[in-house]
């Protein structure tokens, strides 16, 4: 079943496939391939695979079950657009999310040339927000366009793991970005100064800025529990979502 959550962004997670294969930095300490296989040795169903790429058409009506209206990251423990995923597979995915438009979507990839070719001849639904993962430079910060070039409602960046200086990322049409350090065993620091950067740019588009976590570093520099040191930034919480789409242009 689609189930509840402890990421900050979101309701409920919808997982139609589960596994996946690594592309770039940020999957370096891929937290789902983790839990992955934590979750196959508990014997969940739907890791018997651990994290090989692997389809579950019986999840696919989870959603449709569901008249609450509800907040849905989709594929928190795959990515939609991975290769290997039949198109025939994701038009039904996005069936689904037609036939639910008081449900609201949250897809990231870091895959956005698939996605932008997807979408080349495919309307986005409504209620579908469409992300692009961007972690550096040189991976990450390319896939803005490919994701700029897409006809949503919403367009989101997550930064996180954010591993570098993203320089100036040309933020147009782009309406909410989240930022976040990487946790967990092996996490690489963040510095304040590259949130930073990324926040002023964001006020200066009117981009919505949401800061997810410092992770297993602080801001003093010093390695601890996540948990321990927190999500403030410049001495608040930052939790902005975006209301609603910008117009193009």
């Known amino acids: 079943m689609a189930t509840k959550t402890q990421i900050e962004w979101t309701e409920q997670t919808w997982n139609p496939t589960t596994g996946c294969t690594k592309v770039s930095p940020g999957c370096k300490h891929c937290y789902a391939q983790t839990m992955a296989h934590r979750l196959q040795a508990m014997g969940a169903a739907g890791y018997e695979n651990g994290f090989e790429l692997s389809l579950m058409p019986d999840r696919l009506a989870q959603p449709l079950q569901r008249k609450k209206p509800t907040v849905y990251f989709v594929n928190s423990m795959s990515d939609l657009f991975h290769e290997e995923i039949p198109i025939e597979f994701l038009d039904k995915v996005f069936g689904v999310i037609e036939q639910t438009p008081q449900h609201t979507y949250q897809i990231l990839t870091k895959r956005s040339h698939r996605m932008q070719r997807y979408f080349k001849t495919r309307e986005v639904p409504e209620n579908a927000w469409l992300g692009g993962s ?71 588009s009117g981009a919505a800025f949401f800061f997810k976590q410092w992770g ?33 242009g």
Not at 137 to 142: A, D, F, I, L
Not at 160 to 188: F, K, Q, T
């Open 216 to 248: 297993g570093w602080g801001v003093d520099g010093k390695k601890r529990a996540k948990k321990a040191n927190g999500r403030v930034f410049k001495g608040r919480t930052w939790d902005a979502m975006p209301a609603a789409a910008m117009p193009d």
């Open 134 to 204: 961007v972690e550096t430079r040189q991976y990450g910060v390319p896939r803005i366009d490919d994701l700029r070039s897409i006809d949503a409602t919403i367009r989101f960046l997550s930064c996180e793991p954010l591993l570098e200086d993203l320089g100036n990322i040309n933020l147009d049409r782009i309406h909410w970005v989240i930022v976040g350090g990487e946790s967990g065993a092996g996490a690489r620091p963040m510095q304040p100064e590259w949130v930073d950067h990324i926040q002023q740019q964001c006020i200066q």
